[in-house]
T-cell receptor
Framework: QKEVEQDPGPLSVPEGAIVSLNCTYSNSAFQYFMWYRQYSRKGPELLMYTYSSGNKEDGRFTAQVDKSSKYISLFIRDSQPSDSATYLCAMSYGGATNKLIFGTGTLLAVQP | DSGVTQTPKHLITATGQRVTLRCSPRSGDLSVYWYQQSLDQGLQFLIQYYNGEERAKGNILERFSAQQFPDLHSELNLSSLELGDSALYLC???????????????FGPGTRLTVL
């Protein structure tokens, strides 16, 4: 079993839709939770991070963490064609190293 | 632009060969991380350096090695290359390897390695 599971998609939605992306994890020792966005032929860029259960909002993006269920989500409101990318969840244990454990990524296409 | 630079962007080589990938971190960042991204394995952590010293190792093969130089740039050496080593090799940097909130990792564009 992988430490982090993510639905690979692909996911296709019309412009303006609300998108929900999800990851589950098995190790309760994870302390920090992140969402990265990766455009084709580019490196991942950090969208949001959080370290506690609950919601965190940044513009059209909301990150949600439920540590009791070992489940994290990213919601995108009013999705735009420019949101079309691969979305990767990532987690870290903290401590002396900050290595990231990534989900497999979900490919999202927002149709105009 | 994340501020992390990687060279070369593309590399095509043959099985059995050796290559060196280079990464320059963002100005002021002390930690460098190497990741491998492939279709079958996804994005996997290889190794981390902090201020010239190895900090953590992940799923890095013995044929692979890395180092971080005094100017903080890092090189990833891949030897005895196999077809399965074809992947996007990503470098990331952060201010510190310690747990500080947040110790954000900024990724470079990657080096796409093709082994024929």
């Amino acid at each position: 079993q992988k430490e982090v599971e993510q639905d690979p998609g692909p996911l296709s939605v019309p412009e303006g839709a609300i998108v929900s992306l999800n990851c589950t994890y098995s190790n309760s020792a994870f302390q920090y939770f992140m969402w990265y966005r990766q455009y084709s032929r580019k490196g991942p860029e950090l969208l949001m991070y959080t370290y506690s259960s609950g919601n965190k909002e940044d513009g059209r993006f909301t990150a949600q963490v439920d540590k009791s269920s070992k489940y994290i989500s990213l919601f995108i409101r009013d999705s735009q064609p420019s949101d079309s990318a691969t979305y990767l969840c990532a987690m870290s244990y903290g401590g002396a190293t900050n290595k990231l454990i990534f989900g497999t990524g979900t490919l999202l296409a927002v149709q105009p | 632009d994340s501020g992390v630079t990687q060279t070369p962007k593309h590399l095509i080589t043959a099985t059995g060969q050796r290559v060196t990938l280079r990464c320059s971190p963002r100005s002021g960042d002390l930690s460098v991380y190497w990741y491998q991204q492939s279709l079958d394995q996804g994005l996997q952590f290889l190794i981390q350096y902090y201020n010239g010293e190895e900090r953590a190792k992940g799923n890095i093969l013995e044929r692979f090695s890395a180092q971080q130089f005094p100017d903080l740039h890092s090189e990833l050496n891949l030897s005895s290359l196999e077809l399965g080593d074809s992947a996007l090799y990503l470098c990331a940097s952060s201010v510190s390897g310690r747990t500080q909130l947040p110790d954000t990792q900024y990724f470079g564009p990657g080096t796409r390695l093709t082994v024929l």
